[in-house]
């Protein structure tokens, strides 16, 4: 069993993509964007974990089984967030007494 | 007889006898990996909920935390687990070009790596220490009107960044345990499925930070 091997340079091209996106997200923090700040900072982790995951993880060549794992694991992941957010965000919507 | 001599030995001394071939045993590795991988998706994700729902309770509370954390430490040790994924990638393709020196050299600068982000977080540990920022009877805020609710905060700070310090110590003692495997050429470019997997794990404590990085430190800077 032997694997195609990946270029030194298309790790190199990842890594050095990532410690740009990392200076980019300290960069901006510093920038009052009001709420998109926030909107920033996680779009920027979100691109650098897919980054790690494609690439270093090599979930880009993996078998379509390993991918639909990867996959799932962030999106019960979503679920989580959602979920708790439809709640939290949502109370107080509706007229009536507070009851948490 | 339908199975001669010769079929019956000629396989890679690394294949166990229920797996097809070498490619199909790899990838069932791979699966299983990523299958515990999602417990771990699963078990940080609990925390990341209760930060995403204590954050949504005292927004300015929370974001104004922030300042008191060490931003310089924090940017620098993201920088630090980025280059130890880079060096764990390499010691991986070392491997699969079955190089053993490659393999030892590159897992030792990735445990090196590792090390010096654990220190920093000694050092941020004892800022914390220091500062009164420790939840429980010691506890102090500078902005008095959130104490309670900046404890709320630290102690998720301790939480999470903890169980990410605890994943990093696992993860050294798997290199470290790599690093002796290698050095006894236990691994070849047809067999290095625990470095692969290890790698994995690797990688994924790395995604871990680069999510606990902006939530802790950059968030509510501006404010």
Same mark, same amino acid.
């Given at each position: 069993?032997?694997?195609?091997?990946?270029?030194?340079?298309?790790?190199?091209?990842?890594?050095?993509?990532? &410690?740009?996106?990392?200076?980019?997200?300290?960069?901006?923090?510093?920038?009052?964007?009001?709420? /998109?700040?926030?909107?920033?900072?996680?779009?920027?982790?979100?691109?650098?974990?897919?980054?790690v995951? #494609?690439?270093?993880?090599?979930?880009?060549?993996?078998?379509? =089984?390993?991918?639909?794992?990867?996959?799932?694991?962030? !999106?019960?992941?979503?679920?989580?967030?959602?979920?708790?957010?439809?709640?939290?965000?949502?109370?107080?919507?509706?007229?009536?007494?507070?009851?948490? | 007889m339908? %199975?001669?001599?010769?079929?019956?030995?000629?396989?890679?001394?690394?294949?166990?006898?229920?797996?097809?071939?070498?490619?199909?045993? !790899? @990838?069932?590795?791979?699966?299983?990996?990523?299958?515990?991988?999602?417990?771990?998706?699963? !078990?940080?994700?609990?925390?990341?909920?209760?930060?995403?729902?204590?954050?949504?309770?005292?927004?300015?509370? /929370?974001?104004s935390?922030?300042?008191? #954390?060490?931003?310089?430490?924090?940017? !620098?040790?993201?920088?630090?687990? &980025?280059?130890?994924?880079?060096? #764990?990638?390499?010691?991986?393709?070392?491997? @699969?070009?079955?190089?053993?020196?490659?393999?030892?050299?590159? =897992?030792?600068?990735?445990?090196?790596?590792?090390?010096?982000?654990?220190?920093?977080?000694?050092?941020?540990?004892?800022?914390?220490w220091?500062? %009164?920022?420790?939840?429980?009877?010691?506890?102090?805020?500078?902005?008095?009107?959130?104490?309670h @609710?900046?404890?709320?905060?630290?102690?998720?700070?301790?939480?999470?960044t903890?169980? %990410?310090?605890? %994943? #990093?110590?696992?993860g050294?003692?798997?290199?470290?345990?790599?690093?002796?495997?290698?050095?006894?050429?236990?691994?070849?470019? @047809?067999?290095?499925?625990?470095?692969?997997?290890?790698?994995?794990y690797?990688?994924?404590?790395?995604?871990?930070?680069?999510?606990?990085?902006p939530?802790?430190?950059?968030?509510?800077?501006?404010?």
């Amino acid at each position: 069993m032997t694997h195609q091997v990946v270029s030194v340079k298309t790790y190199v091209l990842v890594f050095l993509g990532l &410690i740009v996106l990392t200076a980019t997200t300290v960069g901006v923090s510093r920038i009052d964007l009001g709420e /998109f700040n926030f909107i920033v900072a996680m779009t920027i982790a979100v691109i650098k974990g897919t980054l790690v995951v #494609m690439f270093f993880m090599d979930v880009r060549r993996a078998t379509s =089984l390993t991918k639909l794992f990867a996959g799932a694991g962030f !999106f019960w992941m979503a679920i989580l967030l959602v979920f708790v957010l439809s709640d939290y965000l949502s109370r107080g919507w509706l007229p009536g007494p507070k009851w948490w | 007889m339908a %199975h001669s001599d010769a079929t019956l030995t000629a396989h890679s001394p690394g294949l166990r006898h229920h797996f097809d071939d070498s490619e199909q045993q !790899f @990838q069932s590795s791979i699966l299983g990996m990523w299958v515990f991988l999602l417990t771990e998706v699963m !078990f940080f994700g609990g925390m990341f909920g209760g930060y995403t729902v204590y954050r949504n309770l005292y927004p300015d509370a /929370f974001a104004s935390s922030s300042k008191f #954390m060490n931003l310089g430490i924090g940017a !620098f040790n993201t920088g630090v687990l &980025i280059c130890s994924s880079l060096t #764990m990638v390499l010691a991986v393709r070392g491997a @699969q070009l079955g190089s053993k020196k490659t393999l030892i050299l590159f =897992l030792v600068l990735t445990l090196f790596l590792g090390c010096v982000f654990l220190g920093l977080k000694v050092v941020e540990y004892h800022e914390k220490w220091v500062d %009164h920022h420790i939840p429980g009877p010691g506890f102090r805020y500078e902005e008095a009107q959130y104490f309670h @609710q900046a404890q709320i905060l630290f102690f998720l700070y301790f939480a999470m960044t903890g169980m %990410h310090a605890m %994943h #990093m110590i696992v993860g050294a003692g798997l290199l470290t345990t790599l690093i002796v495997m290698a050095s006894r050429n236990r691994f070849s470019a @047809q067999w290095y499925t625990p470095v692969e997997m290890i790698g994995l794990y690797w990688h994924f404590v790395d995604i871990v930070w680069i999510f606990l990085f902006p939530l802790l430190y950059l968030i509510g800077r501006t404010k």
